[in-house]
């Protein structure tokens, strides 16, 4: 059994002296592990890096054993940003995410092109990352089959001043209608329903949404819950938020 397929790294584990456990995000084969030998030399460690892009071939006696990875490198997460403790908390909170949430060998091609958008994303310097990496974990619950419905609202039927999600439901809440249980309802930040707002409010609202229902649907029976490197990211960017109001200029 082999093949060959574009991956991006999700995390490399030591196994034994020499090797590692390499865990590819692919494009055709889903989330893979499988054995790199000599992945703890010091020539592979720089390419089995966290997002880094690369070419990766499987071979295995049975398509269910671990089997073992040649890797070349594609891409490299830029240097210009691997100073930045933000961008590389989303890296390892997506990488986090991915590993620990995807059912492994289902292929996911949209999410796969989604991570492969996020990084662009942080490459680029985009003013909005952070509501980048948002859309990605709703789309992650969305290919999952938990996806929200933030068409119209769950009571009125209507698409007007949607500002709320139930966290019963994962549905949208209009302002008139939700405003007498708007204690128990989620915040939905307007940049997901196609409104220009994207500012430090909007983004946190945005990950405390997707979080919810991420805890509830895929992390429930996880002993730690959420997986502590997107809980990191989280509290980072509440941090920077609470001192300076902003979020990376937004």
Not at 120 to 125: H, N, P, R, T, Y
Not at 165 to 188: F, K, N
Not at 202 to 228: C, N, Q
Request: a neutral charge; glycine letters at 12%.
């Amino acid at each position: 059994m082999d093949w060959s397929d574009r991956g991006i790294v999700l995390s490399a584990r030591r196994h034994g002296e020499s090797a590692a456990i390499l865990n590819l995000l692919t494009r055709d084969h889903g989330r893979h592990a499988g054995l790199v030998r000599g992945g703890a030399s010091r020539r592979l460690k720089g390419v089995l890096q966290p997002g880094n892009v690369v070419a990766a071939q499987w071979r295995g006696r049975l398509s269910e054993h671990l089997g073992s990875y040649t890797v070349e490198l594609e891409r490299s997460a830029p240097s210009a940003w691997l100073d930045d403790a933000d961008r590389l908390g989303c890296l390892a909170s997506a990488c986090a995410v991915a590993e620990q949430g995807l059912p492994e060998r289902h292929p996911y091609e949209q999410l796969y092109d989604g991570f492969e958008a996020l990084l662009a994303a942080l490459e680029s310097g985009h003013a909005y990352w952070q509501a980048v990496y948002v859309r990605w974990e709703l789309g992650l619950l969305d290919l999952l089959g938990f996806g929200l419905d933030l068409s119209a609202c769950a009571v009125t039927g209507g698409n007007d001043n949607l500002i709320y999600v139930s966290p019963r439901t994962g549905r949208a809440v209009s302002a008139s209608a939700g405003e007498p249980y708007r204690d128990r309802l989620l915040t939905l930040p307007r940049f997901l329903i196609g409104g220009d707002t994207e500012g430090a409010v909007d983004v946190l609202a945005g990950l405390t949404l997707t979080g919810f229902f991420l805890e509830r649907h895929l992390f429930a029976s996880e002993k730690s819950g959420i997986p502590p490197a997107r809980e990191r990211f989280v509290a980072r960017l509440a941090r920077a938020h609470t001192k300076s109001g902003v979020i990376n200029g937004a």
